[in-house]
């Protein structure tokens, strides 16, 4: 199973961009799935979750301006990041827990990291 996490770049601030991350492999299903993040020098934090039927929770500085997703035929998770603020420069990372089959545990998985940087 890879998570192939992409849509990162550089934006100034107040602008958009959205994240995606793919999931691939053997998936039998997928429990929740999330974005988390890791500025320079600081520990990684949690973004935002979205639960297997579409319940959502965000971390409160990202309230009101990014919105979580996911398309389950697609197995892909999407993060809409709108008003962009220097704040939020990180790499962004998904999360999935993933079952390979019915007679298995879901596992952890994590995606490689997307950078986005907001500056002027």
């Known amino acids: 199973v890879q998570l192939q996490a992409s849509g990162g770049g550089w934006v100034q601030p107040g602008n958009s961009l959205r994240l995606s991350c793919a999931a691939s492999?053997?998936?039998?299903?997928?429990?929740?799935m999330g974005w988390y993040r890791q500025a320079p020098g600081k520990q990684r934090e949690w973004v935002a979750i979205?639960?297997?039927?579409?319940?959502?929770n965000y971390e409160d500085s990202v309230k009101g301006r990014f919105t979580i997703s996911r398309d389950n035929p697609k197995n892909t998770m999407y993060l809409q990041m709108n008003s962009l603020k220097p704040e939020d420069t990180a790499v962004y990372y998904c999360?999935?827990?993933?079952?390979?089959?019915?007679?298995?545990?879901?596992?952890?998985?994590w995606g490689q990291g997307t950078q986005v940087t907001v500056s002027s």
């Open positions: 999360n999935a827990g993933v079952r390979i089959d019915i007679y298995r545990p879901y596992e952890n998985y």
């Open positions: 979205i639960s297997s039927s579409g319940s959502t």
């Open positions: 492999g053997s998936i039998f299903s997928i429990s929740a």
